[in-house]
């Protein structure tokens, strides 16, 4: 199903799109999610990709990396575009749900670029320090552990040993201290 040519994609209607991606299984769908060019895919498939809860963290945030947000920041709001507005508001969706955790963060699905992700907090950080807020402002406190290279709500533990060796260590340790 991956097997979509660029430019088969590009030609679709937005509802043949849809369709296309309804048939994906998640992984497959993330996959194809992070390798399409949103400012060329039409707004509605943009806000049902948006919508759907197989889309993990990363992918969800490689999506919004791809809008390139730098550059959509920079844009004065009455130079802009009613196609911008359009892309910028599928943005704003993805903000919202990245901060409130809607996206689930899956270990088997980095983000190809976490430098990416830190340059973008530093930057919110910064901007905010000069009394001023970015557009699209991302949880730190939620996106923190992604940077960490951990899971999200698991703590580092001891190794611990398994059913057998728990079972019988005792008995064989207790024997060598006498």
């Known amino acids: 199903m991956l097997a979509i040519v660029h430019k088969d994609w590009v030609a679709m209607p937005a509802d043949r799109q849809v369709t296309v991606l309804k048939k994906l299984k998640p992984e497959m769908l993330c996959s194809f999610v992070r390798r399409i060019d949103p400012l060329t895919t039409d707004v509605s498939v943009l806000r049902?990709?948006?919508?759907?809860?197989?889309?993990?963290?990363?992918t969800a945030l490689t999506l919004f990396?791809?809008?390139?947000?730098?550059?959509?920041?920079?844009?004065?709001?009455d130079k802009?575009?009613?196609?911008?507005?359009?892309?910028?508001?599928?943005?704003?969706?993805?903000?919202?749900?990245?901060?409130?955790?809607?996206?689930?963060p899956m270990a088997s699905r980095a983000m190809d670029d976490p430098a990416m992700l830190r340059a973008w907090l530093d930057q919110q950080a910064a901007t905010q320090r000069n009394g001023h807020q970015l557009r699209w402002t991302l949880s730190a406190k939620i996106l923190e552990p992604m940077l960490q290279g951990r899971k999200p709500g698991l703590r580092p533990t001891k190794a611990r040993p398994g059913?057998?060796?728990?079972?019988?260590?005792?008995?064989?340790?207790a024997n060598r201290t006498q």
């Open 65 to 77: 990396f791809n809008f390139n947000p730098r550059k959509l920041t920079a844009q004065r709001a």
């Open 48 to 58: 049902w990709i948006a919508a759907r809860q197989e889309i993990d963290l990363a």
């Open 80 to 104: 802009t575009s009613d196609d911008m507005r359009n892309y910028c508001s599928v943005m704003d969706v993805l903000c919202q749900r990245i901060n409130c955790g809607f996206y689930i």
């Open 163 to 173: 059913l057998i060796q728990g079972l019988f260590t005792p008995l064989f340790v």
